[in-house]
């Protein structure tokens, strides 16, 4: 049998290409990289970054992100560099080369050497090729090559164009057109002699070989070794096939050769020129045309292409074999017996040479069917040395390509071994049922079917004391335990809801450890035997992220266990102190599936693992080496910190520093890092901010971390990260400090001293003053309240007076107006009676005759008449009304200017509500007379028919 190690170790040195497996190659295409999609060299730092020399200017990848730098006048690189020594990145283009350097901040600042040249020194150069040799800077175009030292630049050239400037063994050489080999000395050329045969070969790479030599490559002649004193056509295997390939470039790491050329890709061989590999367009490269070739210090290989970047990537080792035709069905399930490789598929069961051949010869069209085994195959298992199988006829022991029965029980799904004393034995649940193996003389014999559960059980794991935990296909979880003969259930509990389970659909039992767990769909549960119950299993879950809504767990050897969640698997690593992740694919990024709600990694053995695909199978190592060379393969890209206030400050901050000053305000840090030696995307990280968090943060694939709002103080951010090759990423870190807030200064501190001295100062003088003004205040009151009752009592006199006084007024009014009305009386009467008395004369006189003498008669009337009309009477009359009535006659003047004396005189009755009879006598005239002057007054009023002449004078 041929040793897992060689077939591990042959994984990691190459990544094979063959008809049915997949080698880790990273195809990025121009949108990813948001860039042109012609690329014409490409170079490495010592920090993992990489640079190509593209179309549309310097691109730079670092870990998980590609940025562009452009040129002045946006104009095309044609070459790139890295110097070792100081981290310049040189470039080349047309009638342009230069360096780019990374501040302090992260970003790279370009740098003109040739600004200073003068146009006449160029002859239409663009820089092909740049070299580092002796601390000087070698820009080679196909007419001139520029040297840069010392900050200036001298130019040396030929009468020929020359091809491409290369350095091996310390030592530069280069092609001229039609003449052949030269070498730099001294910035001189000096020719080689015996190198006219390559002199039309188009030299394009130099590289070391064997102790002294040279292994040149020619574009059109192939390969050739150059001994110091002669050219020697290689005769090797590798020489056949690329002579007429046009090699373009090479690069040697110390093991193997890789070529780029233009018609056919990139080849890959060994110093012998065997062991050849070819990486093309038919299979996994974007186009055939290797512009450039470098080899990250993480093993990582890039290739610039005419049309994309390619990544060979050797360490993730993930190689799948499978057919467009699916020959064989889907794999359910594999395992490695008598140097044999057995699958089982829904067609049946078969089995193939492994450990006869080399990968590189394994095919599926190979793989050779086992004999009376047909139909859905679930499960294999390799135990005491027998090769188990469980078929949905019943199950079989294998032997080569033979099988033996064992079991009519159908469906048999999963075998798991219970050791009751001293003897062994295995349980297995099946469509129907739960059977009990027993190993005796050698082989496996079907013992018992317990009868007493018809269930359809698809995992089943052992415990203590004879109980067999078994999940339903659908529905719940059953705990069984076993008599001490192993012929009867002696109890079985179900558990469902009513014991823990979030749920009582899908839930499935494994192992950790010696610990019971449940996949369910809200998480990875555990049994409590302490209450006999099933509780989160919190521990774990925190740990493993997506995967704790895992489908499946397969123990790896000691504690390590493949979580299987849709079409991603994870190894991770558990035991009582630690929980770390080894490996995690995501199969939809190889473009291939497992099997739908059947998904299944087998462990072949301690190092290997095959996943069950829908049309084939993977093999995966469980464990990584680390080829990395670099000290930390994380690194700072970028750091921002933003301060929102009225100026909107952002910062670009180191990526390098002691400890890093910030003001305070409300603010925003984002952390931008990469593992730039990592190509994979599955790569995982997590942090800790020391003076923040409590715990580190759960795994996860971000590589920008946002922190908001923090107070004011010193803080310390750890960065670590796991790969999915193995590679345990070291932690990287970043100090900073939050500047005290300005009003929690030291001088700030001292002026809320003063300032509170000086407000308790204040309110010392605030309380006296507020004291000496209450004392003042009272004695002004006093003052006031004293003068506001003298006040008071001398207003309350005079309201006292003008009351006596309005009370004599109206005293006098009121006497006014009796006597007013008794003198209006009097007048009335007076009048009534000299009226009855002319009225008497009247009669008598009209009686009598020329009896009653006329003189007599005219005397008594005139008598009569005067008193009647007597003017001193209605003076003192008019003297007293205009008194009492606030000179009601001047007030109807004004309204009426023409009333006469006898409208006067009639609006004066009317005031005293006299009636019309009444006031006839004081006229001395007829009641109709009365009406007849109370309408012309009413006219000279010039009041409406409806008016009422009472109220009009009334209201004056």
Not at 305 to 320: E, Q, S
Not at 482 to 501: C, P
Not at 626 to 646: A, C, H, P, Q
Not at 926 to 939: A, F, M, N, P, Q
């Amino acid at each position: 049998m041929r040793s897992y190690l060689k077939f591990i170790t042959i994984a990691f040195l190459f990544v094979y290409t063959c008809s049915f497996g997949q080698p880790s190659v990273i195809n990025i295409t121009k949108t990813t990289v948001g860039a042109s999609k012609q690329n014409w060299g490409v170079s490495c730092d010592t920090n993992g970054y990489v640079y190509f020399a593209n179309n549309n200017g310097l691109l730079e990848y670092y870990g998980h992100s590609w940025k562009l730098y452009k040129l002045p006048e946006k104009l095309t690189v044609r070459s790139v560099n890295v110097d070792p020594s100081n981290g310049r990145i040189y470039t080349g283009a047309y009638q342009e080369f230069g360096y780019w350097q990374r501040g302090v901040a992260g970003n790279l600042t370009y740098h003109s050497i040739s600004n200073n040249l003068k146009k006449e020194q160029f002859n239409n150069d663009e820089i092909w090729r740049i070299v580092f040799h002796h601390g000087k800077v070698y820009f080679q175009s196909f007419y001139s090559i520029f040297i840069y030292a010392n900050d200036t630049v001298k130019i040396i050239s030929l009468d020929k164009n020359m091809v491409f400037l290369c350095k091996a063994r310390e030592r530069l050489f280069v092609q001229v057109e039609q003449m052949g080999l030269y070498e730099i000395i001294n910035d001189e050329f000096s020719f080689i002699a015996g190198s006219e045969i390559v002199r039309n070969g188009l030299v394009r790479t130099i590289l070391p070989y064997g102790e002294t030599e040279f292994l040149i490559g020619s574009g059109t002649k192939g390969l050739y070794i150059f001994d110091n004193k002669s050219f020697i056509e290689w005769q090797a295997p590798i020489q056949q096939l690329i002579k007429d390939k046009q090699i373009n470039n090479g690069y040697f790491d110390g093991e193997n050769y890789y070529l780029g050329t233009i018609m056919n890709g990139f080849y890959v061989f060994d110093k012998k020129g065997e062991n050849i590999l070819n990486y093309s367009a038919k299979n996994y490269l974007q186009n055939n045309t290797v512009l450039g070739i470098t080899k990250s210090n993480d093993s990582n290989v890039w290739l610039a292409l005419d049309r994309g970047i390619d990544v060979l990537n050797p360490a993730n080792f993930f190689h799948i074999f499978k057919t467009e035709k699916n020959i064989l069905g889907s794999v359910y399930s594999a395992a490695l017996f008598d140097d044999n490789i057995y699958i089982a598929t829904n067609r049946g069961v078969y089995y193939s040479e492994f450990y006869k051949k080399d990968l590189l010869d394994l095919t599926l069209e190979e793989f050779k069917e086992v004999k009376g085994i047909k139909g859905q195959t679930w499960y294999l298992k390799n135990t005491n040395n027998q090769l188990l199988c469980g078929n949905n006829e019943g199950s079989f022991i294998i032997s080569g390509d033979k099988s033996k029965k064992i079991s009519e029980v159908s469906g048999g799904y999963t075998f798991k071994p219970m050791k009751v004393g001293n003897k062994e034995y295995l349980i297995q649940c099946t469509y129907q049922h739960i059977v009990l193996y027993e190993y005796t003389n050698n082989t496996w014999k079907q013992k018992h079917v317990f009868n007493e559960l018809n269930e359809p059980f698809t995992e089943i794991e052992i415990g203590e004391e004879r109980y067999v935990w078994a999940s339903h296909y659908l529905k719940g979880v059953y705990r069984l335990h076993l008599n001490h003969k192993l012929n009867k259930i002696e109890s079985v509990n179900f558990y469902s809801t009513n014991k823990g389970l979030p749920s009582i659909y899908y839930n499935r039992v494994f192992k950790i450890g010696n610990r019971i767990v449940f996949m369910t769909q809200k998480g990875i549960y555990t049994y409590d035997d302490l209450t006999d119950t099933i509780i989160p299993f919190s521990r774990i879950a925190k740990e493993i992220g997506e995967f704790n809504y895992s489908q499946k767990i397969i123990p790896i050897g000691k504690e390590k266990y493949w979580f299987i969640k849709d079409n991603n698997a994870a190894l991770f690593r558990i035991n009582q102190d630690s929980i770390n992740l080894i490996i995690s694919y995501d199969l939809n990024d190889l473009k291939v599936s497992m099997v739908e709600q059947y998904e299944n990694i087998v462990a072949l053995n301690d190092t290997l693992s095959l996943a069950c695909l829908d049309n084939g199978f993977a093999l995966t190592s469980n464990s990584r080496k680390n080829n990395s060379s670099s000290e930390s393969d994380l690194v700072f890209t970028k750091i921002r910190y933003n301060i929102t206030n009225r100026k909107k400050e952002e910062l670009l901050l180191p990526l390098k520093s002691d400890k890093v000053e910030l003001p305070h305000g409300k603010s925003e840090l984002k952390f931008y890092f990469s593992a730039t030696n990592q190509i994979n995307k599955n790569i995982n990280y997590q942090y800790f901010l020391q003076g923040y968090d409590n715990s580190w943060s759960a795994l996860n694939k971000e590589t920008e971390i946002n922190i908001y709002h923090l107070d004011w103080g010193e803080y310390k951010l750890l960065i670590r990260g796991v790969s999915d090759n193995a590679v345990q990423i070291p932690e990287i870190s970043y100090e900073f400090k939050i500047l005290t807030p300005w009003y929690f200064t030291y001088y700030a501190i001292f002026a809320y001293v003063v300032i509170g001295i000086l407000i308790l100062l204040s309110m010392v003088f605030s309380i006296k003053r507020y004291y000496k003004k209450k004392k003042e205040y009272a004695i002004a009151e006093y003052e006031n309240e004293s003068i506001r009752k003298i006040a008071e009592e001398r207003l309350l006199n005079e309201q006292i007076i003008v009351k006596l006084k309005n009370e004599n007024l109206q005293k006098e009014v009121s006497y006014k107006s009796k006597e007013l009305a008794i003198s209006a009386m009097s007048l009335i009467k007076k009048n009534e009676i000299l009226m009855n008395i002319k009225d008497e004369i009247e009669n008598q006189k009209e009686d009598l005759g020329q009896r009653y003498p006329d003189k007599f008669y005219k005397s008594l009337i005139k008598k009569i008449d005067t008193n009647l009309n007597s003017s001193d009477e209605w003076e003192i009359f008019e003297n007293n009304f205009n008194q009492t009535h606030n000179n009601l006659f001047k007030r109807l003047k004004e309204r009426s200017p023409d009333l006469t004396s006898s409208d006067l005189r009639l609006c004066a009755f009317l005031r005293l509500n006299l009636a019309s009879k009444e006031i006839a006598p004081l006229l001395g005239i007829s009641v109709r007379g009365v009406e007849t002057h109370r309408y012309r007054l009413r006219k000279k009023f010039n009041m409406e028919s409806d008016d009422n002449l009472f109220e009009f004078i009334l209201q004056d």
